[in-house]
């Protein structure tokens, strides 16, 4: 009974007003730097050979590029939200880090301690081991921003002065490996993410071949978008039409 009550009585410190007014001071900055770069952005886009309205442009498709990635946040931090707490998860996984990370973070954590995570065993001290836990975790990803983000600058001043070209190119091709690496992660998975990736690959092909030769440029902006709710939909009825992950 008493490790009962403690389990049931954590959530009420995961949402504590403390938490609240950190996580809402955390979100707060995010929302400033926002303003400062693209305030500064349309201050010196003119400077990149860039008009206003190409600046407007390359912000709607940021937005739209954004909605897809950011759908796969809620409905992760939805699930994670009767564990862990409101607070804790709008900062941890809605901003920091990546929920598998994070919930073996906790899970690690609270296993130290003989605990399970969301099991009566789950109690305020173990909330708090795990939480630290996965706040150190996400540490680890703004210390080395912070460390390296000076590091590469150098770097690319140094190579801009040896070869122009060559710093033009690699940050394309930085971005293009990225996206390779999670879209061949996910290919042995089964028969659904396949099509779901190759329709994806298709329709965009197709979005952005309509925009060169309609000369409609909103179509590259809702390209990635259009590409995904398409994607959706088609691994939607590949996997009740039999195509799923394999039984284990």
């Known amino acids: 009974m008493v490790l009962a009550s403690q389990s049931a009585d954590y959530i009420g410190l995961a949402n504590a007003p403390v938490l609240w007014i950190l996580a809402a001071a955390v979100m707060g900055v995010v929302v400033v ?137 690699i940050p394309g091709a930085a971005l293009l490996a990225a996206f390779a690496a999670l879209t061949f992660r996910e290919l042995p998975k089964s028969p659904t993410h396949v099509i779901a990736i190759l329709v994806s690959a298709v329709v965009m092909t197709i979005c952005l071949f309509l925009a060169k030769t309609l000369k409609q440029p909103w179509l590259k902006e809702w390209g990635l978008g259009i590409s995904l709710l398409v994607g959706l939909i088609a691994s939607y009825f590949a996997h009740y039409a039999g195509l799923g992950a394999p039984e284990a």
Do not use: C
């Open 33 to 169: 730097q926002s303003l400062i770069y693209m305030t500064a952005v349309k201050k010196n886009a003119e400077s990149a050979g860039m008009t206003q309205q190409e600046v407007k442009s390359a912000f709607r498709a940021g937005g739209v590029a954004a909605i897809g990635p950011s759908l796969s946040v809620v409905l992760v931090a939805i699930a994670l939200l009767p564990l862990f707490g409101t607070p804790p998860v709008v900062v941890r996984v809605g901003l920091i880090g990546s929920a598998a990370t994070e919930v073996a973070s906790a899970s690690i954590a609270a296993g130290t301690m003989g605990s399970s995570l969301g099991d009566e065993t789950f109690t305020r001290g173990v909330f708090i081991v795990a939480l630290m836990a996965m706040s150190l975790s996400g540490a680890g990803w703004m210390i080395s921003t912070l460390i390296l983000t000076p590091v590469f600058k150098h770097s690319s001043h140094k190579l801009e002065k040896v070869n122009p070209a060559l710093m033009s190119i």
